[in-house]
T-cell receptor, first 112, second 114 residues
Framework: QQQVKQSPQSLIVQKGGISIINCAYENTAFDYFPWYQQFPGKGPALLIAIRPDVSEKKEGRFTISFNKSAKQFSLHIMDSQPGDSATYFC???????????FGAGTRLTVKP | DGGITQSPKYLFRKEGQNVTLSCEQNLNHDAMYWYRQDPGQGLRLIYYSQIVNDFQKGDIAEGYSVSREKKESFPLTVTSAQKNPTAFYLCATKREAGAYNEQFFGPGTRLTVL
């Protein structure tokens, strides 16, 4: 069963635009929400993560927005660049637990 | 150079053969994980280990086996019982077994069954 639903599957954005990827989860025990960036043929790299005691976390051009009541969280990439073209995965996990659940991924293409 | 090393990068297997994928880390992390990645799907957990000589099954352990004889090493064997082994395999680590679930991934091994 898919415990973390990610959308869209693919996204095309013009250079300088905002990329938005959304995730929804079901398990209320989840309280750690990371985003990973993966380039073709490489392992995923941790990009940014949030815990539910805050509604937003920003690191450079990357921002996570978190809505606990709706059980949704999203990744915003500001001023998107061609180098951001990659697959992005959201994930969710109970805080001190090995049970990490991943979304299916979003393939982002940023056109120059 | 610290990090997670997976070898080989590409692996080809004939049907009926067992193959072993290597994962080594020099981060001194306690926990190690194996995931499988298929196109269009998220990562699925095969096995994980929190301490030496102990490991637990994940969601898709059938047809796979692991060992954790050393803290630095967590090899994965894909056995002939795994019916559809062609996939990208990822090893990950976490600093402490009881810490929040911040996992770091290796570069992956692509396994193809001929």
């Amino acid at each position: 069963q898919q415990q973390v639903k990610q959308s869209p599957q693919s996204l095309i954005v013009q250079k300088g635009g905002i990329s938005i990827i959304n995730c929804a989860y079901e398990n209320t025990a989840f309280d750690y929400f990371p985003w990973y960036q993966q380039f073709p043929g490489k392992g995923p790299a941790l990009l940014i993560a949030i815990r539910p005691d805050v509604s937003e976390k920003k690191e450079g051009r990357f921002t996570i927005s978190f809505n606990k009541s709706a059980k949704q969280f999203s990744l915003h990439i500001m001023d998107s660049q061609p180098g951001d073209s990659a697959t992005y995965f959201c994930a969710a996990s109970p805080l001190n637990n090995n049970d990490m659940r991943f979304g299916a991924g979003t393939r982002l293409t940023v056109k120059p | 150079d610290g990090g997670i090393t997976q070898s080989p990068k590409y692996l080809f297997r004939k049907e009926g053969q067992n193959v072993t994928l290597s994962c080594e880390q020099n981060l001194n992390h306690d926990a190690m994980y194996w995931y499988r990645q298929d196109p269009g799907q998220g990562l699925r957990l095969i096995y994980y280990s929190q301490i030496v000589n102990d490991f637990q099954k994940g969601d898709i352990a059938e047809g796979y086996s692991v060992s954790r004889e050393k803290k630095e090493s967590f090899p994965l064997t894909v056995t002939s019982a795994q019916k559809n082994p062609t996939a990208f395999y990822l090893c990950a680590t976490k600093r402490e077994a009881g810490a929040y679930n911040e996992q770091f991934f290796g570069p992956g091994t692509r396994l193809t069954v001929l």
